[in-house]
């Protein structure tokens, strides 16, 4: 295993243990995750509670295993355009802007899945082993990345509205 092989490795693990982490929370409380999505502004939020935890979860085991990476890495940057549409454009960048977060924390995981989605998961990994290549010349794992990109648009066209403001 070559040294860009274990470069590929620690991310695709430590996007792994993001995506598992936030997909095991949300699942862990369906009824407070969607209370958090009606508060955000998302249309049936119970639905995009479910859909949160189980693409979570997805997402990250895929990532984890190296299986089927491009679309793994599509979904993640999928759930971080949701992210960021709904909440964090509207913080600014920084992180530590309140009351929610900028979107410096969302952008850095979607630019992380993009490189992953083009370079593919390495020699450590399921796609390696089948021999299961999507990425070709880099251009496939792009366009499956941008596919990402638009699900995401996609879910925040149909499911999300921005929330009036509170009433003074």
């Known amino acids: 295993?070559?040294?860009?092989?274990?470069?590929?490795?620690?991310?695709?693990?430590?996007?792994?243990?993001?995506?598992?982490a936030?997909?095991?929370?949300?699942?862990r409380?369906?009824?407070?995750t969607a209370s958090w999505f009606e508060s955000k502004g998302f249309r049936q939020p119970r639905l995009n509670a479910r859909m949160s935890a189980a693409?979570?979860?997805?997402?990250?085991?895929?990532?984890?295993?190296?299986?089927?990476?491009?679309?793994?890495?599509?979904?993640?940057?999928?759930t971080m355009t949701v992210a960021?549409?709904?909440?964090?454009?509207?913080?600014?960048?920084f992180v530590f802007k309140r009351p929610d977060e900028g979107?410096?924390?969302?952008?850095?995981?979607?630019?992380?899945?993009?490189?992953?989605?083009?370079?593919?998961p390495g020699a450590a990994s399921i796609d390696n082993?089948?021999?299961?290549?999507?990425t070709f010349d880099g251009w496939t794992g792009l366009i499956i990345a941008l596919g990402g990109l638009a699900a995401g648009v996609?879910?925040?066209?149909?499911?999300w509205r921005r929330p009036a403001p509170p009433a003074a």
């Open 1 to 20: 295993m070559t040294a860009i092989d274990t470069a590929l490795l620690i991310l695709r693990l430590w996007l792994a243990i993001v995506m598992l």
């Open 22 to 27: 936030h997909g095991i929370n949300h699942a």
């Open 29 to 32: 409380s369906i009824d407070g």
């Open 55 to 78: 693409g979570e979860l997805a997402i990250g085991l895929g990532i984890a295993g190296g299986l089927l990476t491009s679309f793994a890495a599509a979904g993640l940057i999928a």
């Open 84 to 93: 960021f549409g709904s909440i964090h454009r509207f913080a600014g960048f």
């Open 103 to 120: 979107y410096e924390y969302v952008a850095t995981l979607a630019i992380a899945a993009l490189a992953l989605a083009i370079v593919g």
């Open 129 to 134: 082993a089948l021999a299961i290549d999507v």
């Open 154 to 159: 996609a879910q925040l066209a149909v499911f």
